[in-house]
């Protein structure tokens, strides 16, 4: 089984890409993974003197990236008809895909 990773910033570019790998792998067993990068508003917290946290700042941002990928992954198995060779995964970080990479596709 492979694993192919689809970034996206949810663009009309990316889903052409994302179009174009799933034909590409349509006869594979593969698993896809749906991965946006977002930059929390406030990314440098030792600037800040109170805690973000408390105003759910870093939480809409998150939840808007998650919504989106999840209406994209949605509109792909809508598209394409759940390709049983095919599997698809929603992946999220803050801003630094090379931890991402590491920690969660390794």
């Not at 998150?62 to 995964?89: C, D, G, M, W, Y």
Request: include cysteine; hydrophobic fraction near 40%; charged fraction near 25%.
């Amino acid at each position: 089984m492979k694993n192919i990773l689809l970034p996206t910033d949810f663009s009309d570019n990316a889903w052409n890409a994302i179009k174009y790998a799933i034909q590409l792998y349509k006869d594979e067993e593969c698993t896809f993974h749906l991965f946006n990068a977002y930059t929390p508003i406030i990314y440098h917290v030792e600037y800040v003197l109170i805690n973000p946290a408390q105003f759910g700042l870093g939480d809409a941002i998150r939840n808007t990236a998650q919504e989106s990928l999840s209406k994209l992954k949605a509109k792909i198995l809508n598209e394409f008809k759940n390709n049983p060779n095919h599997k698809f995964e929603t992946r999220l970080c803050d801003y630094k895909l090379a931890d991402f990479y590491d920690d969660r596709l390794n």
